[in-house]
């Protein structure tokens, strides 16, 4: 299949700092990116999808300003965390969907711990 | 609204027993079905989806699931449950005309024991 890369795999920092996190689709361009947000032992939660060279679109309750989201190219998609707090603490998740079945192919993730 | 259901939190079973993991949808027109499977800290891996033709799909790892559609029901199944195949399993659905986003059910941990 497909192969997804995320970048960091985990970042710690500390409150108040700004936390990028790039996802890339390896071998195929990616019309639509998607990323996802899980608590511990929880499901995923869909935060937005974006679309190459177009705004994203963000789920009800996520907040535009604080989870910027960028996705400048067909294989590049990044996630800022502004002004991270400890309760942004979590694990990110982006998948990336493109292909003649539009299929979601998935990263292996993005630990977030802020301090 | 549309939903998926897992409704078992945790499916324990014994090495080389049979396993089922459960996963119902409600959702309008006829959705797209998957299975991934998660590890500790890691993404999500790709088992298997239903999306027309035979209701019994094979998948990775010897999995396979059954669609049935009167009980709007995707249940995964294995003959034979190894103790590596103890994980975090997502049942998600797409529902086609709207978008490629996938609905997730709140995931089942499977713990297989020696």
């Known amino acids: 299949g497909a192969v997804v890369s995320q970048h960091p795999s985990r970042v710690i920092c500390k409150s108040g700092t700004s936390v990028k996190i790039e996802c890339r689709s390896l071998?195929?361009?990616?019309?639509?990116m998607f990323w996802y947000r899980q608590f511990p032992k929880q499901s995923l939660m869909l935060m937005a999808t974006?679309?190459?060279?177009?705004?994203?679109?963000?789920e009800q309750g996520v907040e535009k300003d604080k989870f910027l989201i960028n996705h400048a190219s067909l294989t590049l998609s990044t996630l800022t965390v502004t002004s991270a707090h400890p309760e942004d603490s979590s694990f990110y998740i982006c998948?990336?969907?493109?292909?003649?079945?539009?299929?979601?192919?998935f990263g292996p993730g993005t630990r977030l711990t802020v301090l | 609204a549309q939903s998926v259901a897992q409704p078992e939190d945790q499916v324990n079973v014994a090495e080389g027993n049979p396993l089922t993991v459960k996963c119902t949808y409600s959702?309008?027109?006829?959705?797209?079905l998957f299975w991934y499977v998660q590890y500790p800290n890691r993404g999500l891996q790709f088992l298997l989806k239903?999306?027309?033709?035979?209701?019994l799909v094979k998948g990775s790892y010897g999995f396979e699931a059954e669609f049935n559609k009167s009980q709007t029901s995707f249940h995964l199944k294995k003959p034979s449950a190894l103790v590596s195949d103890s994980a975090l399993y997502f049942c998600?659905?797409?529902?086609?005309?709207?978008?490629?986003?996938?609905?997730f059910g709140k995931g089942t941990t499977l713990s297989v024991s020696s």
């Open positions: 998948s990336a969907s493109g292909g003649p079945n539009n299929e979601q192919f």
């Open positions: 239903y999306i027309t033709g035979d209701n």
């Open positions: 974006s679309n190459e060279g177009s705004k994203a679109t963000y």
């Open positions: 071998d195929f361009q990616a019309t639509t």
């Open positions: 959702v309008s027109g006829n959705p797209y």
């Open positions: 998600a659905v797409r529902v086609p005309g709207a978008g490629t986003a996938l609905i």
